[in-house]
């Protein structure tokens, strides 16, 4: 590993594209303080990954829950409905 200390106003792009001119076949890798870490920006990277699908899962957990809880209340109904319609109340009216 070789550190560089480059001088004022020169840029990492600037000397990276250079030493990839001069040297095409080395395979070298040049690090700035952007890319330092690079496990880091993996983890941060499929952490992010992880949040998008706890976050597109967790409406669809919400909402199987809201139509079993609906679902348990209608149930709930029915007897009540089955003698209202067997009395003769007619279908869909409120009164």
Known sequence: MLKVVLSQGTST???RSALATAFP????RVRD???????LRRFLD???LFMT???LTAPLAG???VVSGV?????????????LRA???PRGSSR
């Not at 076949?25 to 070298?28: A, L, V």
């Not at 303080?33 to 496990?39: D, R, V, Y």
Request: proline content about 8%; aromatic content about 8%.
């Open 13 to 15: 792009p600037a000397v």
């Open 25 to 28: 076949r080395q395979g070298w």
């Open 33 to 39: 303080a952007t890319s330092a870490a690079p496990g």
């Open 46 to 48: 499929r952490t992010g």
């Open 53 to 55: 699908l706890v976050a």
């Open 63 to 65: 909402g199987i829950g």
């Open 71 to 83: 679902g348990s209340w209608a149930e709930g109904w029915l007897p009540s409905i089955a003698v």
């Open 87 to 89: 009395l003769g109340h």
